[in-house]
């Protein structure tokens, strides 16, 4: 339930799949599979101050990711604060870059 999270700050680990431009930074594409292999999806924005010119984010890899859940909703309204790779991938995971 996406829209008890409105207005709060989150923290998960999640798995990027894809990364694309935006007008202010960036848009980033995670995924997450629960234990009883549900898949969720959450897009959430970036400034490029946050992630730089060319980040360094690979499909399928496993990033801590920190963001503002501003409306309580996964496809949009999610402003990120921050991102670290846990150095874990997914089964599937190719390796190659995420930016778009």
């Known amino acids: 339930k996406p ?3 409105a207005g709060r700050e989150l923290e998960m680990e999640l798995q990027i799949i894809n990364a694309k431009r935006s007008a202010s930074g960036w848009r980033l594409n995670f995924v997450y599979t629960s234990p009883d292999k549900r898949v969720d999806y959450l897009y959430a924005e970036a400034g ?4 730089g010119e060319k980040p360094d984010l690979r499909i399928g890899y496993v990033y801590t990711v920190r963001f503002l859940c501003e ?3 996964t496809g949009s309204g999610n402003v990120l604060s921050a991102v670290s790779p846990t150095g874990e991938k997914a089964d599937w995971a190719t390796g190659l870059s995420a930016l778009e």
Request: negative net charge; proline residues 0%.
């Open 48 to 51: 490029a101050d946050l992630l």
């Open 3 to 5: 829209g008890d999270y």
């Open 71 to 73: 409306k309580g909703e």
